[in-house]
């Protein structure tokens, strides 16, 4: 790739069971003839050689998966786009959970995405773990649309 004068970004990688070894790779590309470039690349890729893992192993052949994955336009997270709602905890709790509304809701207003913490008997606890939780999800979604 440097050769041709494409520019890489280890995005992710995945280790393998054996130590050295890589299940996955994500790469960004960049560069001015990278269309040619991807179009011998593409598709499955033959990699013949003596693995140096299981030497006495008589496979050489071995197959490597490359594929191309549509560039996602990264949400930007605002806290002006999520709601808050007060309610009341439940379980246990005694007196302060049947007469404060300490538990939080937070709403993600663009994707309708809401989380519950309930945890805390303080409401700003409540608020501040609601938030951590929904850019958690948030992220996790992100991830499951690569």
Not at 21 to 39: C, D, I, M, R, Y
């Amino acid at each position: 790739a440097t050769q041709a004068g494409i520019d890489y970004t280890i995005l992710s990688r995945e280790e393998g069971d054996a130590n050295l070894t890589v299940k996955s790779v994500t790469l960004q590309l960049k560069g001015k003839e990278l269309a040619p470039f991807l179009k011998t690349w593409l598709g499955t890729v033959c990699w013949v050689g003596k693995s140096t893992f299981r030497k006495f192993h008589q496979r050489s052949n071995w197959y490597i998966g490359v594929f191309q994955l549509d560039q996602l336009q990264r949400q930007s997270f605002s806290e002006r786009d999520v709601q808050f709602q007060t309610t009341r905890s439940q379980g246990n709790g005694g007196q302060n959970v049947n007469k404060v509304n300490s538990a939080v809701r937070a709403t993600h207003l663009p994707t309708g995405i809401s989380v519950l913490a309930q945890d805390s008997r303080s409401q700003l606890d409540n608020k501040k773990l609601a938030l951590a939780r929904l850019k958690e999800k948030l992220a996790e979604i992100e991830l499951q649309q690569l």
